[in-house]
């Protein structure tokens, strides 16, 4: 029983190179979301997933890219890399129930150089 | 603009005492208030939740204290032990924003032996 599953969970890069993680989800779970946290800061979402096809933009969406083909995967992209964007991200998932557990990946901690 | 405020961001406390954290919501939208605990290293996980039609919910040691009218809920943790050190995120949200949990700034709680 995986649950949510990030690769890679670290990650160096230099400033303007662009990146992608990945989140896979074993659940079935319908709802998918993206946070980014940095200290101080809490958790904040930078892109969500109601269903297979479908994303839309959180607090912090500057800089990103989302996609979800299938229903098991969210793809988070950086297309240029700036330190601004150095951070700890987690994937989430969740069933259709609005008070719902979320369930977290252990988090991919990338630097920007 | 944070819509969820959390404190103290740091909390220390003697083995067996009572921890105590607080969070103030804006939005009265918000039905549902979930607390979660995160290890180092680790994702969030789900410790304990409530829905504003009660005013205290109580799980082991665990306990969240609802007040609508003031628009605060707080984290009460009786007879605190050292493996409770961790880092507690209040969150909020509501159905109709796609169910998705803006999160306070999150709580370093140490237990001292």
């Known amino acids: 029983n995986a649950g949510v599953t990030q690769t890679p969970k670290f990650r160096v890069l230099k400033t303007g190179q662009s990146m992608t993680l990945l989140c896979a989800q074993d659940m079935n779970h319908e709802y998918m979301y993206w946070y980014r946290q940095d200290p101080g800061m809490g958790l904040r979402l930078i892109h969500y997933?109601?269903?297979?096809?479908?994303?839309a933009k959180g607090e912090v969406p500057d800089g990103y890219n989302v996609s979800r083909l299938k229903k098991q995967n969210f793809l988070l992209g950086l297309e240029s890399a700036a330190p601004s964007q150095t951070s700890v991200y987690f994937c989430?998932?969740?069933?259709?129930?609005?008070?719902?557990?979320?369930?977290f990946g252990e988090g991919s901690r990338l630097t920007v150089l | 603009q944070q819509q969820v405020k959390q404190s103290p961001q740091s909390l220390i406390v003697q083995k067996g005492g009572i921890s105590i954290i607080n969070c103030a919501y804006e939005?009265?939208?918000?039905?549902?208030f979930p607390w979660y605990q995160q290890f180092p290293g680790k994702g969030p996980a789900l410790l304990i939740a409530?829905?504003?039609?009660?005013s205290e919910k109580k799980e082991g040691r665990f306990t969240i204290s609802f007040n609508k009218s003031a628009k605060q809920f707080s984290l009460h943790i009786m007879d605190s032990q050292p493996g409770d050190s961790a880092t507690y995120f209040c969150a909020a949200s509501f159905e109709t924003s796609g169910s998705r949990l803006t999160f306070g700034e999150g709580t370093q709680l140490t237990v001292n032996p």
């Open positions: 409530i829905r504003p039609d009660v």
């Open positions: 989430a998932s969740r069933g259709r129930v609005h008070t719902g557990e979320l369930f």
């Open positions: 939005n009265t939208a918000f039905d549902y």
């Open positions: 997933s109601v269903g297979e096809g479908t994303t």
